[in-house]
T-cell receptor, first 112, second 116 residues
Framework: SQQGEEDPQALSIQEGENATMNCSYKTSINNLQWYRQNSGRGLVHLILIRSNEREKHSGRLRVTLDTSKKSSSLLITASRAADTASYFCATAPNSGYSTLTFGKGTMLLVSP | NAGVTQTPKFRVLKTGQSMTLLCAQDMNHEYMYWYRQDPGMGLRLIHYSVGEGTTAKGEVPDGYNVSRLKKQNFLLGLESAAPSQTSVYFC???????????????FGPGTRLLVL
């Protein structure tokens, strides 16, 4: 069963606007990761945030993690048409596990 | 570096036929994974391997077998294909956990499989 659930399922914005996607999960985690998938391609790792971190930045990406609410958000600032893709969160359980559990993803469309 | 490569890119099978999907990585990763992705779904783990000669079941292993004879290769087999196995299959690899749990996974481009 899937651990992470992204919200919204789909998001449509204009270039230059910010895009926010949310991920909720059910059990304790060691880390949470965000991946991007362009149409017809494999997933690409964007950013990893550990359970003891609250916020992390990478370029135009900002990720927050609230372990008390079991939720994370991905903010893409100043969106570009090239950001059009599906975005997935993936959770890594606490120690001893070798696998990630992926959510169903948010499909982001950025229009010029 | 080629990263993670998958062969073939696309395949059409008839029900009952068998085939093997090949995944190769040149990053010297210990861990390798096979996922399937269906429309509107995230990735579901089929099987994975934490080292040469080892394999383990994931969330949806039924109807699939795997082998990891060499560290750089991970094979996914379908012995008797069914229409329900129509999907896009992704292979991924990663280093072993360095801080208690698995970290970044590197994905191949996918194999589209259609079972008629």
């Amino acid at each position: 069963s899937q651990q992470g659930e992204e919200d919204p399922q789909a998001l449509s914005i204009q270039e230059g606007e910010n895009a926010t996607m949310n991920c909720s999960y059910k059990t304790s985690i060691n880390n949470l990761q965000w991946y991007r998938q362009n149409s017809g391609r494999g997933l690409v790792h964007l950013i990893l945030i550990r359970s003891n971190e609250r916020e992390k930045h990478s370029g135009r990406l900002r990720v927050t993690l609230d372990t008390s609410k079991k939720s994370s958000s991905l903010l893409i600032t100043a969106s570009r048409a090239a950001d059009t893709a599906s975005y997935f969160c993936a959770t890594a359980p606490n120690s001893g596990y070798s696998t990630l559990t992926f959510g169903k993803g948010t499909m982001l469309l950025v229009s010029p | 570096n080629a990263g993670v490569t998958q062969t073939p890119k696309f395949r059409v099978l008839k029900t009952g036929q068998s085939m093997t999907l090949l995944c190769a990585q040149d990053m010297n990763h210990e861990y390798m994974y096979w996922y399937r992705q269906d429309p509107g779904m995230g990735l579901r783990l089929i099987h994975y391997s934490v080292g040469e000669g080892t394999t383990a079941k994931g969330e949806v292993p039924d109807g699939y077998n795997v082998s990891r004879l060499k560290k750089q290769n991970f094979l996914l087999g379908l012995e008797s294909a069914a229409p329900s196995q129509t999907s896009v299959y992704f292979c991924a690899s990663s280093y072993p956990p360095r801080s208690g749990s698995v970290e970044t996974q590197y994905f191949g481009p996918g194999t589209r499989l259609l079972v008629l």
